[in-house]
């Protein structure tokens, strides 16, 4: 059975920094376009960083572009989201995702998700 496990959300202070892991099972990541999105309260649900296509092409929403970043642990089979200099307006639930035809970050091109993880930058 495919799974998606995210953890490592929290609260934490504007300019701080979180890691968020998405730990899969039942498939590998490698043969999948897999991304981090996230939804903030009264929002739609939006692709934050993505990894698709052969050749591994990635994707950065604007808004993150310079301060996330986005790494594929084979050996683990984990996907891990670096954020740095995290502002109030990262606020919401990160959700990893997995397609197995997706070939960018938009939500409705995945197939598989995991149950989110809350993350939440306050003073």
Same mark, same amino acid.
Request: proline share 3%; charged share 15%.
């Given at each position: ?15 701080? @920094?979180?890691?968020?892991? %998405? ?8 043969? !999948? ?7 903030? =309260? ?5 692709? $934050? ?8 092409? &990635? ?14 642990? &084979?050996?683990?089979?984990?996907? !891990?989201?670096?954020? #740095?200099?995290?502002? =109030? ?6 959700? %990893? ?7 960018? %970050?938009?939500? #409705?091109? !995945?197939? !598989? ?5 809350? $993350?939440?930058? @306050?003073?």
């Amino acid at each position: 059975q495919l799974q998606l496990v995210e953890s490592g959300g929290g609260l934490v202070q504007p300019g701080g @920094s979180l890691r968020l892991s %998405c730990a899969a099972s039942g498939f590998f990541l490698d043969y !999948y376009a897999i991304g981090w999105f996230r939804q903030a =309260p009264g929002k739609e649900r939006e692709g $934050v960083s993505c990894i698709f296509g052969g050749g591994g092409s &990635t994707d950065f929403a604007d808004s993150v572009r310079g301060r996330f970043t986005m790494f594929r642990d &084979t050996a683990k089979n984990t996907l !891990y989201l670096h954020m #740095n200099s995290l502002k =109030p307006e990262d606020t919401g639930i990160y959700y %990893c995702a997995a397609g197995s035809i997706a070939r960018g %970050c938009l939500p #409705n091109l !995945y197939d !598989y998700w995991g149950q989110g993880t809350q $993350v939440t930058v @306050s003073s």
